[in-house]
């Protein structure tokens, strides 16, 4: 073979190895696209209360919770109880029972701090006014209650949907079969407020829901059996009015009803444990959530 007819040989050779490894490369790349789209569209289509919870990484969002101040809630009238769950394992909530007999029971959820001692205070009020009805504060913490942004973070973070559906249903069985099921919740106990409402099917009769994360499945809001008061920030950088605005329009096409209050204040304004809380917006969306509440309490 001639030197010319090596050179051209080898040429081929290296540009059919040139083409190879460009192919490699262009496939490489593709198959690293398409996990990263696969982690991207698994990380936009996770629950609304796993989406509220990545919030903990974001510091603007922690930075907007001020710690609260410390308080030791001394004339509790509800006591801490507990009952089983899925799995063998045990749940808490903070329970205030109805001075009558009755089948009525609200769900209370805490926000990011846990169940501390302004939720329990925050129980017992709307024990008192609201009368016949038995209050239950699930403990999604298992425990924990954070008294910095960092802790909070971490807890909320660390809460799993299997493990607070698993809560939630505990206290839906506590409550027992025959119960009508109200719920409540700031925040982070807001998206649960009405995800609770949705587990307890047709014993639900009405959710509160102070700027948490909508549920965004319209087949699932079509399973949902009560009506809903929305409380939501017109300053807030996360349950923005834009999510508002699709939450309106979510449950109009679900053909259930939506009651919303609009305040021009930032996420977390009527937060019990906020020491920098907006007192006129909180009396006047606690009115709201009272008068709501009123309205569907069967006597």
Partial sequence: MTKKKQLKKLNCLTLSQNISMKRWILLMTASFYCI????????????????????????????????????????????????????????????????????????????????NDYIKQMCDKLQHDLGNINVIAPDLYDGKVATTSAEAGKYMQAVTDGRARAIIRGALKYAGPGSRIYTIGWCFGGGWSLQASLMAGNRAEGCVMYYGL???????????????????ANKDGWITPKVVDTFVSDMKKAGKKLIVHRYDDVHGFANPSNPKHDEAATQNAYGHALQFLKARIKH
């Fill in 214 to 232: 909508p549920e965004t499945n319209i087949d699932t809001l079509r399973t949902l059996h009560c009506d809903v008061l929305g409380l939501f």
């Fill in 36 to 115: 990263w789209l696969q982690a991207q569209t698994k990380m936009n289509c996770c629950s609304p209360t796993r989406q509220f919870a990545m919030l903990a990484m974001n510091q603007d969002f922690r930075a907007a919770h001020h710690a609260p101040v410390p308080f030791v809630f001394r004339d509790a009238r509800g006591k801490m109880i507990s009952f089983a769950t899925a799995g063998g394992k045990t749940a808490h909530a903070y329970f205030v029972k109805s001075p009558v007999a009755s089948e009525n029971y609200l769900l209370v959820f805490h926000e990011w701090w846990g169940l």
